[in-house]
C-alpha cells in the first residue's frame, strides 16, 4: 500500500485544524493555494527552496487582503501549511529572510549579474544561494510557486520593470533561460498572476461596498427602530376620567 498523503487528507486535515467557515470569496484561494503545495510535496522531484517558500507567503498574503474576520488569517494560514505537513514558521522565516536579500540587490542589472555568479557558486546571501540550488539541480521541479517568489523578488528589485509589458517579458525570459525554464511557460505563469491579483482586488472592492452598503442598512433599520420608540415614549397619556355622581352612588351602595 502507498503511504503518499492524498489531497483528501490534506483537505481533511485542514477543516480539522481551522474549523471555522470561509468566507466565500476566498474559499477559492485557500483550496487552490492548498492542493498546489500539497502536489508539489508529494512529489519526488520537489526540492524545498525560499523562492518558493516566498512565492507561497506572498500569494496567501496578497489574496486573502482584506479577509474578514482579519482574526482568522492567521489560522488558516497555519491550518494550510500544516495540513501538507510542513512548517509554517519556517515558510514565513525563510521568505522574510531571502526578500531582505533581493532588497540588498541595487537593479535589475545586478540581479541579472547575480544570477550568472549564481551558476557557479552560491557563496553568499540567501538569494544566491538557493538561485544556485535550482541552476546545479538537473530535476529542478518548475512551480507557479516558484515563479511567484521570483516575480515578488524582482518586484521589490525594481517594480516598475514589472510594469511596462515589453520590458517585464524580456526580463523574465532572460531569468527564465539563465535558470533553465521553459520562458513561454513562466511568462504564462506570471500573467495569470498578475491577473488574478487584478480580479481579486476587484473582488475585495466589491465586498466592502457590499459590507458598507450592508451597514448602512442596519444602521438605518436600528435609526428608526429608536425613532419609533421615541415617538412612542412621546406621546401624551389618556388622562383619566373623574367618576360620575350615578358611579359614586352605586360604589356607596355596593358597600
Known amino acids: 500500500m502507498s503511504n503518499v498523503r492524498t489531497v483528501s487528507d490534506t483537505k ?9 467557515p470561509i468566507n466565500a470569496i476566498y474559499r477559492r484561494v485557500v483550496e487552490e493555494l492548498m492542493v498546489e503545495t500539497h502536489l508539489l ?10 523562492i518558493y517558500a516566498l512565492g507561497v507567503v506572498s500569494v496567501y498574503d496578497r489574496f486573502m487582503m482584506g479577509y474578514q474576520p482579519d482574526a482568522d488569517k492567521d489560522s488558516i494560514y497555519l491550518a494550510i501549511i ?9 515558510y514565513r522565516r525563510d521568505a522574510e529572510e531571502v526578500l531582505a536579500a533581493a532588497k540588498n540587490v541595487p537593479s535589475v542589472e545586478a540581479f541579472k549579474d547575480l544570477l550568472t555568479a549564481a551558476k557557479d557558486s552560491g557563496d553568499g546571501d540567501t538569494l544566491k544561494g538557493n538561485l544556485h540550488k535550482v541552476i546545479s539541480n538537473a530535476k529542478f521541479k518548475y512551480s507557479r510557486l516558484f515563479t511567484t517568489g521570483l516575480y515578488n523578488i524582482i518586484e521589490v528589485i525594481d517594480s516598475g520593470v514589472l510594469q511596462d509589458k515589453e520590458k517585464r517579458e524580456a526580463l523574465l525570459t532572460e531569468i527564465a533561460e539563465t535558470l533553465g525554464f521553459n520562458s513561454e511557460l513562466l511568462l504564462k505563469d506570471v500573467e495569470l498572476y498578475r491577473g488574478n491579483l487584478e480580479k481579486m482586488v476587484q473582488a475585495q472592492e466589491v465586498m466592502k461596498d457590499m459590507v458598507a452598503a450592508e451597514k448602512k442598512k442596519k444602521a438605518k433599520r436600528e435609526q428608526e427602530k429608536l425613532d419609533k420608540a421615541n415617538a412612542k415614549a412621546a406621546e401624551p397619556s389618556e388622562p383619566q376620567s373623574e367618576p360620575t355622581d350615578a358611579e359614586e352612588s352605586a360604589e356607596s351602595a355596593a358597600e
Do not use: C, E, K
Not at 42 to 48: G, K, L, S
Not at 82 to 90: H, I, K, L, M, S
Open 12 to 20: 481533511r486535515a485542514f477543516y480539522g485544524t481551522h474549523t471555522r
Open 41 to 50: 510535496l508529494v512529489n519526488i522531484d520537489f526540492a524545498y527552496d525560499a
Open 82 to 90: 500544516q495540513a501538507v505537513g510542513a512548517d509554517p514558521n519556517q
